[in-house]
T-cell receptor, first 115, second 110 residues
Framework: ETGVTQTPRHLVMGMTNKKSLKCEQHLGHNAMYWYKQSAKKPLELMFVYNFKEQTENNSVPSRFSPECPNSSHLFLHLHTLQPEDSALYLC??????????????FGPGTRLTVT | DAKTTQPTSMDCAEGRAANLPCNHSTISGNEYVYWYRQIHSQGPQYIIHGLKNNETNEMASLIITEDRKSSTLILPHATLRDTAVYYCIVRVGNDYKLSFGAGTTVTVRA
């Protein structure tokens, strides 16, 4: 499945670093999502963008900063992370996030390790 | 969203049908049943969804009981590549939120 791509696939960063995760969808969708999956925990929704507008911030700490320049691209800017932020970060897209029953398509994820 | 209950794990033989149960006894009339799966260290993959009627696509079949309190995902001919965690999710049709629980870890054995 290449509809949703994420880069990098693996990232190791120190607590004082600044890095960014990138997501791109080639499905013509209008909604994009960031999820976090920690070890042995269910997926947690972090942010939702619909038509480039942020529609949900699920009480995510400010050290995570999303950016959606257009409907095809989504970024997650990271700074001063903590070791407990180590997780698999997943991007998803769907037709939209307002109405309908559209399924979400996920990317392969970025495995982040904070040292 | 209604809570779902799935077995923690199950094994099935390669080439045989895999039947994955899900209980959602508190489901509301406007809530759909969705199934996703997640192969190890990959992103979840949409499989199928339904409201009342049974559904079939190229990946699987979804059987929903008449009272809608439970459903079964059927993988008709399981392969080793179907080894994954399978999530049963119920959600309102106009709500984008997906609440992933623990799912069922399915292991297909040769």
């Amino acid at each position: 499945e290449t509809g949703v791509t994420q880069t990098p696939r693996h990232l190791v960063m120190g607590m004082t670093n600044k890095k960014s995760l990138k997501c791109e969808q080639h499905l013509g969708h209008n909604a994009m999502y960031w999820y976090k999956q920690s070890a042995k925990k269910p997926l947690e929704l972090m942010f939702v963008y619909n038509f480039k507008e942020q529609t949900e911030n699920n009480s995510v700490p400010s050290r995570f900063s999303p950016e959606c320049p257009n409907s095809s691209h989504l970024f997650l800017h990271l700074h001063t992370l903590q070791p407990e932020d180590s997780a698999l970060y997943l991007c998803a897209s769907s037709q939209d996030a307002v109405a309908g029953i559209y399924e979400q398509y996920f990317g392969p994820g970025t495995r982040l390790t904070v040292t | 969203d209604a809570k779902t209950t799935q077995p923690t794990s199950m094994d099935c033989a390669e080439g045989r049908a895999a039947n994955l149960p899900c209980n959602h006894s508190t489901i509301s009339g406007n809530e759909y049943v969705y199934w996703y799966r997640q192969i190890h260290s990959q992103g979840p993959q949409y499989i199928i969804h339904g409201l009342k009627n049974n559904e079939t696509n190229e990946m699987a079949s979804l059987i929903i009981t008449e009272d809608r309190k439970s459903s079964t995902l059927i993988l008709p001919h399981a392969t080793l590549r179907d080894t994954a965690v399978y999530y049963c999710i119920v959600r309102v049709g106009n709500d984008y939120k997906l609440s992933f629980g623990a799912g069922t870890t399915v292991t297909v054995r040769a």
